[in-house]
């Protein structure tokens, strides 16, 4: 079985989606609906941007969005589909999508209004991110506890690989406590804000505002980010997607179930291959494989 992924913030890069713009109908159709849905040319941020500009929350989201819905658009057109779906963060709004649960223009408004309140939020209540080297998830989430302000685990990646999130303070005092315990680094990471902490208390509020008008269907299986599973209700999605906004990305616990429930190849949708490392560490006996540009589409 099949799963189709989507990554998370970090994975955009300058030119990305080019290739399968212009090598495929199928990925140009999805550029363009988001175009003219957003009134953005979303080709022209893609391709023709700086790494600074992609940097900044609002534009990396909605083009990471795209390139994720096109390529996986690139797949189909080819004969091959997925049966289940997940997605790293915003990599979620695309699983969506492509799981047939939200409508591609639907999705973009979302995922605008997402970045939008995830970058005002970095302004209002700054805080910071650092990636935690050689600790898994369950080591780290007590060692917290023993830290004075706002710090959490806001990615379980994989085995050994875990990002922190919060007060500035917090995350830096954090570094130390973890080292001590055995982390081989913790690197502070150039992100505009906590993202998952209780910091994005006020983003998931506007975000739920904006979810509530969504009817979500019940196309294929999503694996969510906060709970691990495919919820078959449709009308939770609107919950756990505003839910997300403050919480962990379990993305360890999310491959591991989907692999616990007959998945054994991945294909990873957008720009890059950072997914496709995360799962070789998490499981080494499944397959995975990066859909990105027009050379990987015809190897896949």
Known sequence: MIAAIFPGQGSQKPGMGQSLYEGSDAAR????????????????????????????TQNAQIALFTCGIAAYRAL???????AVFAGHSIGEYAAHVCAGNIPLEVGAHLVRKRGSVMAEAGKTSP???????????????PLLGEVSGIVVVANDNCPGQVVISGEVAAVEAAGPV?????????????????????LMEEPSKQM??????????????????????PEENPV???????QQLR????????????IGDGVTKFI???????????????????????????????SV
């Open 29 to 56: 159709n999805v550029f363009d609906s988001v175009s003219d849905s957003l009134h953005t040319d979303i080709a022209k941020l893609c391709f023709e941007s700086d790494e600074e500009t992609l940097r900044q």
């Open 127 to 141: 805080g910071t991110m650092a990636a935690v080297l050689g600790l898994d998830a369950d080591v780290i989430r």
């Open 208 to 229: 739920a505002k904006a979810l509530a008008t969504v009817d979500f269907a019940f196309g294929k299986p999503v694996y969510s980010n906060v709970t691990t599973k």
């Open 178 to 198: 973890l080292q001590e315990a055995g982390a081989k680094r913790v690197l502070p990471l150039n992100v505009s804000g906590a993202f998952h902490s209780p």
């Open 268 to 298: 990873e949708c957008g720009v890059g291959e950072v997914l496709c490392g995360l799962i070789k560490r998490i499981n080494r006996d499944v397959s995975s494989a990066a859909v990105y540009d027009m050379e990987t589409l015809n």
């Open 76 to 82: 189909e057109a080819k004969g091959v589909s997925a």
């Open 247 to 258: 919480d962990s990305v379990r993305w360890t616990g999310s491959v591991q179930n989907m």
């Open 236 to 242: 939770m999605w609107n919950e756990l997607l505003e």
